[in-house]
């Protein structure tokens, strides 16, 4: 398999999926203001929508979009736990949690990262992450993951999404339940194995 990333993009989430799954893979950089790989090859022509994350499988195939390619690799070794089995309850209140993270976390830092956005405007969506976050928190009152006691890639999808808090201004560590979460999630050795191979731990 090939993943197509970016360091420090939503890419990490499966990169640690991998990691934590311990399944052999390839990486690809991808520069994603120039659309190119690292070796120069066009990287619209292999995900036309030119985001990270794309998972490349060994049959040519190309999967695109976190959450589908984080489902898809924790079914490769369902034993891990890292989502519950396809068909339960538990699939879906993870499939909740991971749209939640993406249209509600993940998107709603987008407008930060832009030097263009006005900053009125980013002043409105810091607010809205923040009460979000909140709602999250109080989520995680009485359970140490999204899903109780199991360890999911949802966990893991908070836990980069949550990172960008330091990069953008919003201050997620007044959210105690959330720091703990990223507490643990930060000690998996797949965490900082995925840190060393994307050259981001110092």
């Not at 997620?172 to 507490?183: D, K, W």
């Amino acid at each position: 398999m090939k993943l197509y990333y970016s360091p420090g993009a939503c890419s990490q989430v499966p990169h640690i999926v991998l990691h934590e799954l311990g399944l052999p893979h390839q990486l690809v950089r991808v520069d994603l203001a120039a659309k190119k790989t690292e070796s120069g090859a066009d990287y619209l022509a292999i995900n036309p929508k030119g985001c990270v994350p794309a998972l490349g499988l060994d049959d040519g195939f190309v999967l695109t979009e976190g959450p589908a390619i984080d489902q898809y690799l924790a079914d490769l070794k369902p034993e891990s736990g890292l989502a519950p089995v396809a068909g339960s309850r538990e699939r879906y209140v993870l499939q909740s949690w991971l749209n939640f993270i993406t249209s509600d976390l993940h998107q709603g830092f987008s407008p930060l990262f832009k030097p263009d956005v006005p900053d009125a405007y980013k002043s409105m969506a810091r607010a809205k992450l923040e009460s979000k976050f909140a709602y999250v928190d109080g989520q995680l009152a009485h359970r140490s993951y999204l899903l109780g006691d199991q360890y999911t890639v949802a966990d893991t999808y908070l836990f980069v999404v949550s990172g960008w808090g330091k990069f953008t201004g919003v201050d997620t560590s007044r959210f105690t339940n959330v720091a703990a979460l990223r507490e643990r999630v930060a000690a998996r050795p797949a965490v900082t194995a995925m840190l060393k191979a994307e050259g981001l731990l110092r």
